[in-house]
Nanobody, 126 residues
Framework: EVQLQASGGGLVQAGGSLRLSCAAS????????IGWFRQAPGKEREGVSH????????YYADSVRDRFTISSDNAKNTVYLQMNNLKPEDTAVYYC???????????????????RGKGTQVTVSS
């Protein structure tokens, strides 16, 4: 059974850090691109950061570049999102999703992913 399990969310003060994990089962992340997406109340879901399993290429949205770092551990079949210097505007439900192959990362979108997991809440207080 294919599953994606996002975890690591929580409540943190502005300037703090969190590390999200996306644990995959039923497929190998090395054959997929994994994306982190987020949706804040009243806003559309947006892509945050993605990583391509085949070559390790990464993508960051402008709003998180230089603050967030995506990485993967193929042995654990898990993708991580290290979030530093968090801001109140980072508050959202964060989702991870997977798409097979080597897509052009800036163009992947949540509804086009092959597998999608449940989200984890990140709340940043000011």
């Amino acid at each position: 059974e294919v599953q994606l399990q996002a975890s690591g969310g929580g409540l943190v003060q502005a300037g703090g850090s969190l590390r999200l994990s996306c644990a995959a089962s039923g497929f190998s992340i090395g054959d997929y691109a994994i994306g982190w997406f987020r949706q804040a109340p009243g806003k559309e879901r947006e892509g945050v950061s993605h990583i391509r399993g085949g070559d390790g290429a990464t993508y960051y949205a402008d709003s998180v570049r230089d603050r967030f770092t995506i990485s993967s551990d193929n042995a654990k079949n898990t993708v991580y999102l290290q979030m530093n210097n968090l801001k109140p505007e980072d508050t959202a439900v964060y989702y991870c999703a997977a798409i097979r192959g080597s897509p052009y990362l800036p163009m992947i979108y949540y509804d086009g992913m092959d597998y999608r997991g449940k989200g984890t809440q990140v709340t940043v207080s000011s």
